[in-house]
Nanobody, 129 residues
């Protein structure tokens, strides 16, 4: 059973920074991807960014266009962990942020190329103006 756990949400002022973390556990991962999605009230869930490991320390990152250099994804393959550094937060970034992990290829290349089968419960990020 794979478990995905997010941490690091909170309430901040516009222009602030937050760092979210995500850890996957429960099986041995070799080639896989982890991604961040978010969902604001009344909106569909949308892709934020992803990191994909192709074995060892080789990885690739993918971002949604709206990130525009404000968000950075990093990860620790040895810990099956991923981080989302969010800078210059805006009220429109308010959402529940979900972490997902995928071990099967076949998903959209824009989202890292993997199918995300394992999801966390989400962590709330609230940005006030």
């Amino acid at each position: 059973q794979v478990q995905v756990v997010e941490r690091g949400g909170g309430s901040v002022q516009s222009g602030s920074s937050l760092r979210l973390s995500c850890a996957a556990s429960g099986r041995t991962f070799s080639s896989y991807a982890m991604a961040w999605f978010r969902q604001a009230p009344g909106n569909e869930r949308e892709f934020v960014g992803a990191i994909r490991w192709n074995g060892g320390n080789t990885f690739y990152t993918y971002y949604a266009d709206f990130v525009k250099g404000r968000f950075t994804i990093s990860g620790d393959n040895a810990k099956n962990s991923m981080y989302l550094q969010m800078n210059d937060l805006k009220p429109e970034d308010t959402a529940v942020y979900f972490c997902a992990a995928g071990t099967r290829e076949g998903g959209s290349y824009r989202f890292g190329g993997y199918l995300y089968d394992y999801w966390g419960q989400g962590t709330q990020v609230t940005v006030s103006s």
